[in-house]
């Protein structure tokens, strides 16, 4: 039996890019906790290619420290976020945004 289209469950949980299969973000993350994750998200990567660009290596596993903590906040990375409950989903992004915002030097976090 072949495959036929993905189940709206399987929709829900994958997106598909050029063929490769990226998990999708936690549909039961707030709006703005995903906002905050993303921006996290953001700079992280901006960092990791700038540090590339630059030669600096410890800017660049920094950053790669940001991407990490970020996306496996958005449930994108670490356990498959379909399998846990709802409320550890919760607990473990908001754990990761403190641990991310904690990466920040206390007068950035607090122009923004």
Known sequence: M?????SAEEDQRW?????????RT???LSEELVTA????LGRGRSGVAAGKKTGDEERVTASRKRV???KTG????????WELPE???ISAAKAALAELDAL?????????
């Open 2 to 6: 072949t495959e036929e289209t993905p």
């Open 15 to 23: 997106l598909v890019i050029k063929g490769r299969r990226w998990r």
């Open 26 to 28: 936690d549909p039961a």
């Open 37 to 40: 994750l993303k921006s996290h």
């Open 68 to 70: 990490g903590l970020a």
């Open 74 to 81: 958005l449930g994108e990375r670490g356990p498959y976020w």
């Open 87 to 89: 409320a550890q989903r």
């Open 104 to 112: 920040d030097p206390e007068d950035e976090t607090a122009s923004q």
